[in-house]
């Protein structure tokens, strides 16, 4: 099981997107009230400080706040995490599977920390290995294939994707990856896997990314809780 020190980068991942969410994207009044709440609560829950006369705690700086908060008030995604948690929408056909090797393995390894280091549901796991189990096989394209196609999930240069520089890294190309599943897909954990991967990448073969679900979902669990 992972330690303390990862639980910390997951609760700070979470507490990240909530904090640029109510900062950036509501009016300024709404995030006040928010942080305002979020500030007070988390005050009187997680700060040993008082301020006298007050009855509160003494609030450290906002971030900090948040990340008591986010401590407090929202379960962790990766805790007690189960199989049928990432087969949210069930299997669909015939599924295939093999055993990676050691790059492939590590190529894995790198989808699921970024899904975690970005505070993602782990179902977002399953969906990028699936994609990339279809596309690579989990190797990471450094010659163009298909086109201009590389990396891990066969993204083109030309597509916009990024520079084959870029796209050659694992890092890269799974964030690339990820920002547009988010962008094209935002209920991708309530449409079958296939449909989620197939509106991001647009394959000429949609249908190719479900037979991957399981090796995919096996492997986020795996994945996680080593």
């Known amino acids: 099981?992972?330690?303390?020190?990862?639980?910390?980068?997951?609760?700070?991942?979470?507490?990240?997107?909530?904090?640029?969410?109510?900062?950036?994207?509501?009016?300024?009044?709404?995030?006040?009230?928010?942080?305002?709440?979020?500030?007070?609560?988390?005050?009187?829950?997680?700060t040993d400080t008082d301020i006298p006369g007050a009855g509160l705690r003494n609030p450290d700086q906002p971030f900090e706040l948040a990340v008591r908060a986010?401590?407090?008030?929202?379960?962790?995604?990766?805790?007690?995490?189960?199989?049928?948690?990432?087969l949210l929408t069930g299997i669909e056909g015939e599924q295939q599977r093999f055993d990676p090797n050691a790059e492939q393995l590590h190529n894995a390894r790198r989808i699921v920390d970024v899904v975690e280091r970005r505070g993602?549901?782990?179902?977002?796991?399953?969906?990028?290995?699936?994609?990339?189990?279809?596309?690579?096989?989990?190797?990471?394209?450094?010659?163009?294939?298909?086109?201009?196609?590389?990396?891990?999930?066969?993204?083109r240069p030309s597509a916009g994707w990024g520079t084959p520089e870029q796209l050659t890294d694992p890092g890269y190309a799974t964030e690339a990856f990820l920002d547009a599943l988010e962008e094209k897909v935002p209920n991708y954990s309530a449409v079958p896997l296939w449909e989620a991967a197939q509106a991001t990448q647009a394959s000429a073969f949609p249908d190719e990314y479900a037979k991957w679900?399981?090796?995919?979902?096996?492997l986020t669990l795996e994945l996680l809780v080593e």
């Open 120 to 155: 993602m549901p782990p179902y977002a796991a399953v969906v990028a290995l699936a994609t990339a189990l279809q596309e690579s096989t989990l190797r990471n394209l450094t010659e163009p294939e298909d086109y201009d196609s590389l990396g891990l999930f066969q993204q």
């Open 1 to 46: 099981m992972r330690g303390e020190a990862v639980c910390g980068i997951r609760l700070q991942a979470q507490a990240k997107n909530a904090w640029e969410t109510m900062t950036t994207r509501m009016p300024v009044f709404v995030s006040t009230a928010l942080c305002c709440a979020i500030a007070v609560f988390a005050a009187n829950s997680a």
């Open 213 to 218: 679900q399981e090796q995919a979902a096996h």
């Open 70 to 86: 986010v401590a407090i008030a929202c379960p962790d995604p990766y805790a007690d995490l189960t199989l049928a948690q990432l």
